[in-house]
């Protein structure tokens, strides 16, 4: 196996690389193949008893609209041996990366897969919330909460949605991830899949490098359930459906979590007939169903089809079609048919396959995480993991920070934990829905004594004056302490609200605190004051000055 890196110019977003990489197909010889269009490379592992650099870059040539300008130099140093090794490139390995250049270590940063920067700046947070933004201005241009204004509709452009997308994503996928490590002196960046040799030894690229400590942070990808038939249709994740310039008449979404739902009211609202099957009972099954309730039925308002308690069973094609073979609640039969995509947003599953854990000795959970206390450390005392792939919350901002503290134990001693008892969390539906600590379910399952506050928000007055009352802010007090245990905001713009709720709950402020204390009229914030109140008094019978 050798590997050339070749600067291709011409590349102009994520497709140019995308229609590289399928002039490849199966080309017999080719390994392995990463077309990059932030790099402005392509990087390939190949045989060299089967295929020459020099085809590869005929190929490359022959598309007419890239040119290979020449090789690249690899950014790998000549040394083979580091301080830390982190294998992965997202959120967390830059986290970690950032910190081992502030204690002076030599570091080398091994990634494969997406591109650096890891899912939520290529296909996660950035391009689905610029995506959810858009739908929602489409979707103001044509509805009004107030009955003397009549907007007249939006002119979508679908395909320029997407390249500003693809502009926004390359931006940051720059700014916020390589320029910032660019002028580190101690870190050698290298593209290419890790296998562990030993616990001290990783190989990559046929190379084998050592070091002190290792960060794993592979992060996840889109489970694909095992279903008859799946793999015979041109399925989307998110990882390929954001790409897409053409827009689809209509989309079948399989899966009801927030993944599922975010993409289902955003294309919704810029034009695409949306169908969601879900196998349990209700959307976002992780939360109460008053949550559940309310997402429903504005989502069903807007004309998205929500199936609760459809299982497929089997995809089959039909021409252009897809029919879905599904078992309803009754446990009967239906043939549904998809025209234009089906989407799978059915959860994720850590990537630590391919990566000698479990020859190693690294314990992982039934679902393939990997175990980790709360000082990031593995079972193996020179392994740590951090983000995604371990067993923790699954935030871009929990993986930075774990990344971080990963390495300041792994090498300053500091003893850091990770408390996510207070952790605040966001769905960016509409509304959106926010919370911090626990629900009441939670509570009850830990035998808390509890006491719970809903406040609906036709009595906020910020919501009446808006004429949008959509959703509640609910509170959990401990009924011994008084102090705030937890939240849940279903608002439109109720994930600014849930910070404060999360610095209540970690540092003890009690419901009495809240009520007592100053809010600005008419903001959304003052809701929070309301339905502390509403644990002794009924808010909707006091005057707009009650305190």
Request: net charge negative.
């Amino acid at each position: 196996m050798q590997i050339v890196e070749f600067e291709i110019k011409g590349m102009t977003c994520d497709h140019c690389a995308q229609t590289i990489a399928k002039k490849f197909g199966d080309k017999t010889g080719i390994l392995s193949k990463n077309i990059s269009y932030p790099d402005a490379s392509g990087r390939f592992e190949y045989d060299p008893g089967k295929i020459s650099k020099e085809e590869i870059s005929e190929i490359v040539n022959s598309t007419g609209h890239y040119q290979v300008v020449g090789e690249k130099i690899s950014q790998n140093n000549e040394s083979s041996s580091f301080d830390l090794i982190i294998i992965g490139g997202g959120s967390a390995a830059f986290s970690a990366a950032i910190k081992a250049e502030s204690l002076g270590l030599s570091t080398l940063m091994v990634n494969g897969g997406l591109d650096f920067g890891g899912t939520c700046v290529n296909i996660g947070c950035v391009p689905s919330k610029n995506l959810v933004r858009a739908g929602e201005a489409a979707f103001h241009a044509s509805h009004s909460n107030f009955t003397g204004i009549r907007p007249k509709g939006a002119d979508i452009d679908f395909a320029q949605i997407i390249k500003d997308k693809k502009k926004l994503v390359a931006s940051l996928q720059e700014k916020k991830y390589m320029d910032v490590v660019s002028d580190f002196e101690s870190l050698t960046l290298l593209k290419g899949w890790a296998t562990f040799k030993d616990r001290k030894t990783i190989v990559a690229d046929g190379k084998e490098y050592k070091a002190l400590k290792f960060l794993i942070a592979t992060g996840a990808t889109t489970n694909i359930p095992v279903i008859e038939g799946i793999n015979e249709i041109d399925y989307l994740t998110n990882a390929s459906l954001f790409d897409l310039e053409e827009k689809p008449g209509s989309m079948t979404i399989m899966g009801a979590g927030y993944i599922g739902l975010e993409i289902a009211m955003a294309y919704n609202r810029l034009g695409v007939n949306v169908r969601i099957i879900e196998f349990t009972d209700r959307v976002l099954r992780t939360q109460t169903p008053d949550i559940s309730d309310t997402l429903e039925t504005q989502m069903q308002k807007e004309g998205i089809e929500i199936l609760p308690n459809y299982r497929a069973m089997k995809f089959e094609k039909s021409g252009n079609d897809v029919i879905i073979h599904c078992k309803r609640p009754d446990g009967s039969l239906i043939r549904l048919v998809e025209s234009g995509r089906i989407l799978i947003a059915t959860g994720t599953s850590p990537n630590t396959g391919n990566m000698g854990l479990k020859n190693l000795g690294v314990e992982l959970t039934k679902n393939g995480h990997i175990k980790v206390n709360e000082k990031m450390e593995t079972n193996l005392p020179n392994i740590y993991a951090a983000g995604d792939v371990a067993d923790t919350p699954a935030f871009v901002y929990t993986a930075a920070f774990e990344g971080k503290i990963a390495v300041e134990n792994a090498f300053s001693g500091t003893g850091k934990n990770a408390d996510y008892s207070s952790l605040p969390w966001v769905v960016f539906t509409d509304p959106q829905v926010a919370g911090a600590g626990m629900d009441e379910v939670q509570a009850k399952a830990m035998n808390i004594p509890f006491e719970v506050s809903k406040l609906e928000l036709k009595d906020v007055p910020r919501a009446l004056a808006a004429n949008d009352t959509r959703g509640f802010i609910k509170l959990i007090r401990n009924t011994e302490t008084d102090q705030l245990i937890g939240a849940r905001i279903v608002a439109p713009e109720g994930g600014e609200l849930i910070q404060q709720l999360s610095m209540a709950i970690k540092y003890g402020i009690t419901v009495e605190d809240l009520a007592n204390s100053f809010y600005p009229y008419l903001t959304l914030g003052e809701g929070i004051k309301l339905a502390a109140i509403t644990f002794g008094k009924d808010v909707s019978t006091l005057s707009c000055c009650a305190s």
